[in-house]
């Protein structure tokens, strides 16, 4: 009998002493642990503490996470601040821009590229509603993400937001460069395949990068693999034009020409909003095929997106000996000749961005086959480099009196 | 030590001795030689549009053999290792490396081989360590540098052979960093440096070169590619900070190119520099690779010039509507180019950009009887094939070919097409190697495995790198690359300069799925003597014409046997050759049996079996 309420005593005490254990346990736990939001409480509440130190008054829990937030990336903890920085709304009159923009650099140092990109246009897309956002940031915002948009080849948008950047007198030598040669800057080097290398890490199923990370291996000669990514995206988005581009050119690189021909002519028509790579396939395939007056059509559609295309002038070459047009052919073979060399010429304001005489080459060639636009943007970024350069002076001018006459000067026409 | 090379004289001209020995003319008689220069003829006869000749219908190999080679360097006592001085300042100067050359300098129908050296940088610095080599061809590679007069310390890059003062034995032009040079064969195993180049000589950069009978007169001209102005004392340092040493090799772009040179051969042993009068013009060039011969179809020989990242040149010969003029007291045309890379649609590659372009090849690969051009590019720029549409125009068929894309993750620059197994078709060898080492650089490799490619008879290629041979499936640092016959067992085996490593001899082990023939002309009055220039055509051996030419220059830095080797496929003889001498005679020979070394000089042919068949 005795031993029989010395078990319930002990069962009892058994029960007792675990229910305390697992109170002590989930009150660590939630101290430890996030909170709902996916934010150490314990952590918040450290902030607060530290916050009021620092500023002599209570946090609020927006004050509370953007600190810890700074604190988290101060330490290196990027994903524990991207999460803090996630529950500050846009909105917010004070942390809103701040955490928008910490919180896209954050994503983008952890090559979470698809977050960072709505990030940083959540940012953009606010400026005009919020002239108090300090204009550094939303320039290093722009220039984000147009890295981001460089990597992943999305040169169609990557235009667009340099445009902005442009005619607002923002562009630093490499956007101004950009910008104006946008198709003459080499992409698929080794530190661009290893952003998109680390991008695909982060978001596998992403079409804009699985695309890009296709034409990436196919410029790195790795055709099956290019292949393969490229024939997903186009399985899972059978429109998506970019992709069917990217497809086009891994297979001509192939030379697959039963596949070739099926994606070929199941294409949609010529469309003024076909992305870059497919007009210049588009003209390249109607020019191996005998169309002259369709690769014509492509190349010149491309020419008004980027008009120093070298695809395209290349391409108006063979087209124009086709159709027996000489005096334009002769045209396009002077623009795809100074072109040749102009990529060569480009390479020095890179290495040199200071130097004064490095634009001067590239403006001659501008000047040479009458690339006003090109011309008169690039002059007028060296006139804000060098005012004093009696050569950039001359070439400021040039170029505005070009403008202003069009066509009055041309050699070519 | 070798003693005295033999030679003989036969007729009052050199014949190669070794045929001298056993003359066989069995019957084989020149039919013609009628063809005047004022008019004319294409390379052969076919339709001269722009439009491309279907190439013959798919013939994939049924009876393919597999390519052997054989790394024979130290059976043959070869032992060569070109020096650039490579101590972490990263020079320019260092990246190129150095040329080849197979030549039988002493005529004893055995291609010898010269091999070109760097020294020290700075070239104030540079000390005797160094030199060139020559090594004779006696079953196995003697060095007879010394006593043949060859010893020079300079950083040479390129050798061009050719016989420039006609007197029967090829001379040496040295391309360099620094005074290039020429060095004139004595025809007795010697040879002489001829005092200021005999006109050649340049402090300059002179790369690849090309002699040929550029103006009709039948005697050599020369043209030198050169590379850029670059300082070596102190060298322009680019910082790279992921480099072990702090720095890396400056991109050519910041070195403002030099022109090239033309020089014209006066005939007295001198030549006069023509290069702006003769319309070398072509702007921001800096040339690597050349080769001189007639892509137009005219009669005249073009030069075509690789340049690195800008526009290559293609300098079409306009001689032909000169009027004479006087040089030297001798009444000759000056030549005379325009350059039309653009507009021939080799200066740039389909996508309209200007690669590395760093050497070519040249040959008709697909049995068209045009010559076609091959480029050599950089990492991640895929290797161009130019295919020659009839004279009037060149189409990048990189894809198509499948030449382009396995190029993507390698770099090149010497290259040939050569007939690996005999079947008439033009495979291709394409040594491979970065310019430097770059640890930090992600997937690009110092070495690089060579490529081989098989040639499918249909306008594509194979690569058959892996099954080639412990060259093949090894690492390099390739640089020149030279062609020819050295056993001559009639096939053609080559020889390719590395940097860091030792230079190879890679002897052709290819179990012949075919017989050959190779045919040594040996030019006679208004036709340079070394067949520089010359073109065979042999027909009645396979479906199409076969057309091989001596071209002047071609790959990098190097010179290929002056020699045309035709495969003849399962045929025992040929049923027609002939022979178009820059001249514009033709020569005629039906019926000229396989398994013989040919030599034809002055409508004669002398023939001898290959020894090692």
């Known amino acids: 009998m005795r031993t029989i309420v010395n078990w319930c005593v002990a069962h009892r005490l058994m029960v007792i002493l675990f229910v305390v254990i697992a109170l002590v346990a989930g009150f660590v736990f939630t101290q430890a642990r996030s909170d709902p939001d996916g934010v150490s409480q314990k952590d918040l509440e450290r902030a607060k503490e530290s916050f009021k130190l620092k500023y002599g008054r209570d946090a609020n829990r927006v004050d509370a996470l953007s600190w810890l937030a700074e604190s988290y990336l101060s330490r290196g903890r990027a994903v524990d601040a991207i999460q803090c920085f996630s529950k500050i709304p846009t909105t917010h009159p004070v942390y809103g821009h701040m955490a928008r923009y910490q919180q896209a650099r954050a994503l983008l140092g952890l090559h979470r590229a698809v977050e960072a990109e709505a990030e940083f246009r959540d940012l953009i897309g606010v400026e005009d509603q919020h002239p108090e956002i300090q204009a550094k940031y939303l320039i290093d915002a722009r220039q984000r993400l147009r890295h981001i948009l460089e990597v992943e080849l999305r040169f169609e948008e990557r235009q667009q937001l340099l445009r902005g950047t442009i005619s607002r007198g923002e562009g630093d030598f490499f956007e101004v460069v950009a910008y104006c040669f946008p198709s003459h800057l080499r992409w698929n080097g080794p530190e661009a395949m290893q952003w998109i290398d680390e991008f695909h890490g982060a978001d596998a199923d992403n079409h804009w990068i699985k695309t890009a990370l296709g034409r990436y291996r196919t410029g790195q000669g790795q055709l099956a693999e290019a292949r393969k990514l490229l024939e997903e995206v186009v399985h899972d988005r059978p429109t998506d034009r970019w992709a069917i581009a990217a497809l086009i050119a891994c297979l001509r690189e192939m030379d697959d020409q039963d596949e070739l021909s099926r994606r070929f002519n199941a294409l949609p028509s010529l469309a003024a909003d076909d992305p870059w790579l497919l007009l210049i396939q588009r003209g390249q395939i109607a020019n191996e095929q005998g169309r002259p007056q369709d690769a014509v059509a492509a190349f010149e559609l491309l020419l008004k997106h980027d008009s120093t295309s070298s695809e395209a002038w290349a391409g108006l070459t063979k087209s124009y000996l086709e159709l027996g047009d000489l005096p334009r052919r002769k045209r396009a073979l002077a623009k795809s000749s100074v072109l040749g060399r102009l990529q060569n010429n480009l390479g020095k304001i890179f290495r040199k961005p200071e130097d004064p005489d490095s634009y001067l080459f590239v403006l001659d060639l501008c000047a040479e086959i009458d690339l006003i636009d090109e011309g008169q943007i690039l002059s007028q970024f060296v006139g804000r480099l060098a005012p004093d350069n009696p050569k950039v002076i001359a070439a400021v001018e040039l170029f505005r009196q070009r403008a202003a006459t069009p066509n009055s000067s041309s050699v070519l026409e | ?613």
């Not at chain 2, 990242?309 to 509507?321: D, H």
């Not at chain 2, 930090?440 to 490619?453: D, G």
Request: charged share 20%.
């Open chain 2, 1 to 613: 030590m070798p003693g005295p090379v033999q030679w003989k004289r036969f007729n009052g001209q050199v014949i190669v001795g070794l045929v001298a020995i056993a003359i066989l003319n069995s019957g084989c008689q020149p039919s013609s030689a009628l063809q005047q220069k004022e008019a004319p003829v294409p390379p052969i006869s076919h339709n001269s549009s722009a439009t491309p000749a279907p190439i013959s219908a798919p013939a994939k190999k049924s009876s393919s053999v597999p390519f052997r080679f054989r790394d024979a360097t130290s059976d043959w006592g070869l032992s060569f290792t070109r020096f650039d001085d490579m101590r972490g300042d990263n020079r320019i100067q260092e990246l190129l490396g150095g040329g080849v050359a197979l030549v039988d300098f002493d005529l004893d129908g055995s291609l010898d081989l010269f091999m070109v050296q760097g020294c020290r940088l700075p070239l104030r610095e540079k000390t005797n360590e160094y030199t060139n080599e020559m090594y004779r061809n006696r079953g196995r590679f003697e060095k007879v540098t010394e006593v043949a007069g060859l010893v020079a310390h300079g950083y040479y890059s390129g050798c061009e052979a050719g016989d420039y003062d006609e007197d029967g034995f090829p001379d040496l032009f040295l391309s360099a960093y620094g005074s290039s040079g020429l060095w004139r064969n004595n025809g007795d195993g010697t040879f002489q440096a001829v005092a200021d180049g005999g006109g050649l000589a340049r402090e300059s950069w002179t790369t690849s070169s090309a002699w040929a009978d550029f103006n009709g007169d039948g005697l050599l001209d020369l043209f030198a590619a050169t590379y850029a102005k670059a300082n070596d004392d102190p060298p322009m340092i680019c910082k790279e900070p992921r480099s072990p040493t702090g720095t890396k090799s400056c991109s050519p772009i910041l070195f403002p190119a030099l022109d090239d040179f033309l020089f014209v051969n006066d005939g007295h042993g001198s030549f006069a520099e023509v290069t702006r009068s003769a319309g070398i013009t072509g702007l921001d060039g800096r040339g690597q690779g050349t080769v001189a011969c007639d892509l137009t179809g005219d009669g005249w020989c073009d030069i075509f010039v690789a340049n690195d990242t800008t526009p290559s040149f293609l300098y079409v010969n306009q001689t032909g509507k000169n009027e004479k003029t006087q040089i030297s007291g001798r009444e000759l045309l000056l030549p005379q180019f325009e350059e039309r890379g653009i507009e021939f649609g080799v200066a740039l590659n389909a996508d309209g950009k200007a690669t590395a372009a760093m050497g070519v090849g040249h040959g008709d690969y697909d049995g068209d009887g045009w010559p076609d051009l091959f480029i050599t590019n950089f990492f991640l720029e895929t290797n161009t094939l130019f295919r020659n549409l009839g004279g009037a125009a060149f189409a990048d068929v990189s894809n198509s070919s499948r030449l382009g894309p396995p190029s993507r993750n390698t770099l090149a620059f010497g290259t040939e097409f050569l007939d690996v197994d005999h079947d008439g078709w033009l495979d291709l060898v394409v040594p491979t190697g970065h310019i430097e080492d770059r640890p930090w650089s992600k997937n690009e490799p110092y070495r690089m495995r060579p490529h081989l490619f098989r040639n499918d008879r249909n306008g594509r290629f194979t690569e058959v790198s892996s099954e080639a041979g412990s060259y093949f499936t090894s690492e390099w640092i390739g640089r020149g690359l030279a062609t020819g016959d050295v056993d001559r067992d009639g096939d053609l085996d080559f020889v390719v300069g590395n940097q860091i490593d030792p230079s190879l001899l890679v002897l052709n082990e290819t179990p012949a799925s075919g017989s050959s023939v190779v045919i040594k002309p040996v030019g006679r009055l208004r036709s340079p003597r070394c067949g520089i220039g010359t073109r065979v055509i042999a027909t009645g051996v396979i479906p199409q014409v076969l057309a091989r030419d001596i071209a002047g220059g071609g790959s990098f830095l190097s010179t290929c046997a002056q020699e045309l080797h035709c495969g003849l496929g399962d045929k025992k003889s040929i049923a027609e050759i002939q022979l178009l001498w820059p001249d514009g005679q033709v020569d005629r020979w039906s019926n000229v049996q396989a398994g013989y070394y040919v030599a034809i000089e002055g409508g004669q042919l002398f023939r001898i079996h290959f020894p090692a068949e």
